[in-house]
Every structure is written in C-alpha cells, then in structure tokens.
C-alpha cells in the first residue's frame, strides 16, 4: 500500500521556466492539499483539492501559480515564470476524508532556481 | 501571528532523558496533530488529538491537550539518537476552513 508519491524529488529550473510538480494520493484518498516550506520554516498551506475541484486556494499566490486534481491522474502544482524566491520544497498530502482527518504527507519536491 | 506556535525552537538534550514540546494556538480547534521531520525529508506523522480529549500515547510519545489554555504539549520519554527532528504542531480550525496552520516547529537533538 504505496503512500504519497511525489515527482520529481529535485527538480531545477531557470528563471522564467515552468516548473510542474506531480502528487499521487494514497489509494482512496480523494483530498490532496499543498503546501511549501521555505529553509528552516514550517509548512504553509496553498491549496486543497478534491477530485476535479478546487476546494480552498487562500494560500496560492494570485499569480503564476495554478492547481489541479483532475479525474484521473495525478494532482499537478504548476508554475509559471519561476523566479528565485519560488525556491523552497513542495510537500502534498493526501486525506480519505475532509480536513479533520489524519493527512499523509509525500517526501516532498526540492525546487531550486537558478 | 501565526497558529500553532511551538516554543522552544530548538532543544537539545542527552539520550535518556526526556524532550518536552509545547504548542500554542489562537482559535478554536477541531483537532491538533504533531508531525516529525527528519532533515531535508517528508513529514511523519505522530498523533492526532481531538478537542474533546485530553491526553493521547502512542508508544513513547505523549501528547497532551489544553483546550483553556489554548495549548497542547507533546513529550518524548527516554529520548534517542533517532529522535533528532523537528517537531511540528498542525492545528484544523473548527470554523470551516479547510487548511491545517503549521507552526515553525521545535528542532531537537538528542545527543548520544
């Protein structure tokens, strides 16, 4: 029974790339949430998503980011024009139930950007 | 200034003693759950507690829960090299928003 997966682990962009990360749910898990960590910080929340819907986005910023959970596959974090300060790891997490339940977290992709 | 505050920030004791960790929140919470981080890794999960319960155990992990206080603490008893992480507190708010507010974590060593 596989957990979170999260791909890629490291991934590496220029600025002004687009920098797409993938999270795969624990099986049966409908609800994915994103979060980022910057060196040193705790975790801040982006995004939720249920399956093809996008459920809370208060913490994405309102520009070049953009989330989906579509029917099939898997939940895709993208953004777009990277700059420096995108820089940090992006942690999924995944729930079989809404937000009051346990959420199960990936390992994490390390974005850098030169 | 952000929920789920965990004091102290970093911790740094003899293997066998005991680690303690407390987190401190504003609102009201449906629940609080504390997680482990081993560096540069994903997040573990420990123990969820609910508002309506006071105390938890999972092996040598206690966990311990104020809701008056606003405050919960988790306790390492007999504490080990493989302790060493960073602890965090995630806190789900009862008003029905939908994200778990992480703290900025306890960062334990546990010296051998």
């Known amino acids: 029974n596989a957990g979170v997966m999260q791909n890629p682990r490291h991934l590496v962009r220029r600025r002004g790339q687009e920098a797409r990360l993938r999270c795969s749910p624990m099986k049966g898990h409908s609800h994915v949430y994103w979060y980022r960590q910057l060196p040193e910080e705790g975790l801040k929340f982006m995004v939720y998503l249920q399956k093809e819907n996008i459920i809370d986005e208060s913490g994405m910023p309102k520009e070049r980011f953009s989330a989906e959970f579509p029917k099939e596959g898997p939940s895709i974090l993208r953004i777009q024009q990277v700059v420096r300060g995108d820089s940090a790891a992006y942690f999924c997490a995944s729930s079989l139930r809404g937000t009051t339940d346990t959420q199960y977290f990936g390992p994490g992709t390390r974005l850098t950007v030169l | 200034s952000q929920q789920g505050e965990e004091d102290p920030q970093a911790l740094s004791i003899q293997e066998g003693e005991n680690a303690t960790m407390n987190c401190s929140y504003k609102t009201s919470i449906n629940n609080l759950q504390w997680y482990r981080q081993n560096s540069g890794r994903g997040l573990v999960h420990l123990i969820l507690?609910?508002?309506?319960?006071r105390e938890k155990h999972s092996g040598r992990l206690r966990v311990t829960l104020d809701t008056s206080k606003k405050s919960s603490s988790l306790l390492i008893t007999a504490s080990r090299a493989a302790d060493t992480a960073s602890y965090f507190c995630?806190?789900?708010?009862?008003?029905?928003?939908?994200?778990?507010?992480f703290g900025t974590g306890t960062r334990l060593k546990v010296l051998a």
């Open positions: 507690i609910r508002s309506n319960e």
């Open positions: 995630a806190t789900a708010y009862t008003s029905g928003t939908y994200k778990y507010i």
